[in-house]
């Protein structure tokens, strides 16, 4: 489990910024910043999409779902 949202938010500090990362889970996961195709009223807002695996080590996030048995 690493640790890099952690590291990196305290090496942005300085600079006023943070990662937008999930609140839930352990460790916190980096989310992937998304906008609106189309806006206006009536309009979906823009999904989330969070990383699987870490944006800065690589390291997968969580293990990988059991697989069914054959
Ligand atoms: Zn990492």
Redesign the pocket.
């Known amino acids: 489990m690493?640790e890099?949202i952690s590291k990196v938010n305290a090496d942005l500090k300085q600079h006023n910024t943070m990662l937008v990362f999930t609140l839930l889970g352990n460790p916190s996961r980096a989310v992937v910043d998304t906008m609106q195709v189309e806006t206006g009223r009536g309009k979906k807002k823009a999904a989330a999409v969070i990383a699987t695996f870490?944006p800065?080590?690589g390291?997968r996030y969580e293990a990988e779902p059991a697989k069914a048995a054959a």
Do not use: G, I
């Open positions: 690493c890099c870490c800065f080590c390291e």
